[in-house]
């Protein structure tokens, strides 16, 4: 057997390595995004006035 | 793991690629569980923040991909004996049992709590529920014993717009039962017209399928009843408050249109089927195919109207 520098198996585990990094990084994103919402909803001026009642 | 190990894996490779990882949550199943729990989201009552409602919709997604490979899991033995799911990433040994296990239990709690996080408790309970309905009750139990099959399995996949909806509400209503039995009903005649003209090997795999267990004209049958249960919650649904006069129209038409195929499929003789390959076996599973998306189509542009004072009754 011909040994590669790139074999197969290794662009499949760039791939993987790739794939999941960008499914971290996308998870982290939305979870910011949820805080921002969540809070945000918090302080809308509508609920101020009910809290503040 | 060392080169020794590398050269007992079962593949030439024995490394899965992402795009491996990704077919075993099954992707042409998890799109269909998006656009109904979108149409679910964006047709109820009540307005959501942009994106919570992306991000709900993404771990409905998940919590549906996750079960998909449970599936998968589960399913590997009988993966591996027929032709069309021998290309799956576990049979065709670019996944390990063990790894899509692993990956599905992950998602599975994943998007369950994640979802309860970024909805409310309601929506991540029939996500849990829905999960273990497909995998448990219909995978693990039901698949393999009964030719009804395809319809529990279909109770699964028509959950998602109940979860949308539940996103918005926070509850269960009238509407969203409806928009479940649209799908329930919908499954058996879609997946019932394409086995009438593909043939399946379900039955060297040991899986009970209506056109092998009760036989071809059984399956005819089968087909035309559900196809009246069908039409009858599609028209239910348009009374309903998410329903309205375009989506009225689309759906009376369709269903007579549906009914139609249903008739000619019952009518006809397997003699007559082979005489001019399936026509209208094939002709019912494509308009089946436009039957769904055009009725959660409809809800949509119903619910996209109301903003202008047009869409619902009024």
């Given at each position: 057997m011909v040994i590669k520098a790139e074999h197969e198996m290794h662009k499949r585990r760039f791939s993987r390595n790739i794939g999941l990094g960008l499914v971290l990084v996308g998870f982290v994103a939305l979870v910011y995004g949820l805080t921002v919402a969540k809070v945000g909803e918090l302080y809308q001026p509508e609920a101020a006035s009910e809290a503040s009642q | 793991m060392t080169d020794a190990s590398i050269q007992t894996t079962k593949t030439e490779t024995g490394e899965a690629g992402f795009g491996d990882y990704f077919a075993l949550l099954k992707p042409r199943v998890m799109s269909l569980v998006v656009f109904t729990a979108l149409v679910g989201l964006l047709v109820a009552p009540v307005g959501v923040n942009p994106i919570v409602g992306l991000a709900s919709i993404l771990f409905i997604a998940v919590g549906g991909g996750a079960s998909g490979a449970l599936n998968m899991w589960w399913d590997a033995d009988i993966d591996r004996k027929m032709k069309r799911t021998l290309t799956r990433p576990i049979p065709s040994g670019k996944v390990e049992e063990g790894e899509a296990f692993a990956i599905g239990i992950t998602l599975s709690v994943m998007a369950v709590v994640m979802l309860g996080l970024a909805a409310n408790l309601m929506a991540a309970a029939l996500l849990a529920f829905t999960i273990f309905f497909y995998v448990v009750i219909y995978t693990m139990w039901l698949k393999r014993w009964t030719p009804q099959n395809i319809v529990i399995g279909g109770a699964a996949g028509a959950f998602p717009p109940m979860i949308g909806w539940a996103v918005a509400t926070g509850g269960i209503s009238i509407e969203s039962v409806l928009m479940f039995a649209l799908t329930f009903a919908w499954t058996p005649p879609h997946f019932?017209?394409?086995?009438?003209?593909?043939?399946?090997?379900?039955?060297?795999?040991?899986?009970?399928?209506?056109?092998?267990?009760?036989?071809?004209?059984?399956?005819?049958?089968?087909?035309?009843?559900?196809?009246?249960?069908?039409?009858?919650?599609?028209?239910?649904?348009?009374?309903?408050?998410?329903?309205?006069?375009?989506?009225?129209?689309?759906?009376?038409v369709l269903n007579a249109m549906f009914i139609k195929g249903a008739w000619d499929v019952f009518r006809r003789t397997d003699a007559d089927s082979e005489a001019d390959s399936h026509k209208a076996e094939r002709g019912l599973f494509k308009l089946s195919l436009a039957y769904l998306f055009l009725h959660y189509g409809a809800l949509l542009v119903e619910a996209s109207l109301k903003p202008f004072g047009l869409g619902g009754w009024g």
């Amino acid at each position: 057997m011909v040994i590669k520098a790139e074999h197969e198996m290794h662009k499949r585990r760039f791939s993987r390595n790739i794939g999941l990094g960008l499914v971290l990084v996308g998870f982290v994103a939305l979870v910011y995004g949820l805080t921002v919402a969540k809070v945000g909803e918090l302080y809308q001026p509508e609920a101020a006035s009910e809290a503040s009642q | 793991m060392t080169d020794a190990s590398i050269q007992t894996t079962k593949t030439e490779t024995g490394e899965a690629g992402f795009g491996d990882y990704f077919a075993l949550l099954k992707p042409r199943v998890m799109s269909l569980v998006v656009f109904t729990a979108l149409v679910g989201l964006l047709v109820a009552p009540v307005g959501v923040n942009p994106i919570v409602g992306l991000a709900s919709i993404l771990f409905i997604a998940v919590g549906g991909g996750a079960s998909g490979a449970l599936n998968m899991w589960w399913d590997a033995d009988i993966d591996r004996k027929m032709k069309r799911t021998l290309t799956r990433p576990i049979p065709s040994g670019k996944v390990e049992e063990g790894e899509a296990f692993a990956i599905g239990i992950t998602l599975s709690v994943m998007a369950v709590v994640m979802l309860g996080l970024a909805a409310n408790l309601m929506a991540a309970a029939l996500l849990a529920f829905t999960i273990f309905f497909y995998v448990v009750i219909y995978t693990m139990w039901l698949k393999r014993w009964t030719p009804q099959n395809i319809v529990i399995g279909g109770a699964a996949g028509a959950f998602p717009p109940m979860i949308g909806w539940a996103v918005a509400t926070g509850g269960i209503s009238i509407e969203s039962v409806l928009m479940f039995a649209l799908t329930f009903a919908w499954t058996p005649p879609h997946f019932w017209a394409l086995a009438l003209f593909t043939k399946g090997d379900y039955a060297n795999a040991g899986v009970p399928m209506l056109t092998v267990t009760h036989g071809r004209k059984a399956t005819r049958n089968h087909i035309l009843g559900y196809t009246f249960a069908l039409a009858a919650v599609a028209i239910a649904l348009g009374l309903t408050s998410v329903g309205g006069p375009t989506y009225m129209v689309i759906a009376l038409v369709l269903n007579a249109m549906f009914i139609k195929g249903a008739w000619d499929v019952f009518r006809r003789t397997d003699a007559d089927s082979e005489a001019d390959s399936h026509k209208a076996e094939r002709g019912l599973f494509k308009l089946s195919l436009a039957y769904l998306f055009l009725h959660y189509g409809a809800l949509l542009v119903e619910a996209s109207l109301k903003p202008f004072g047009l869409g619902g009754w009024g």
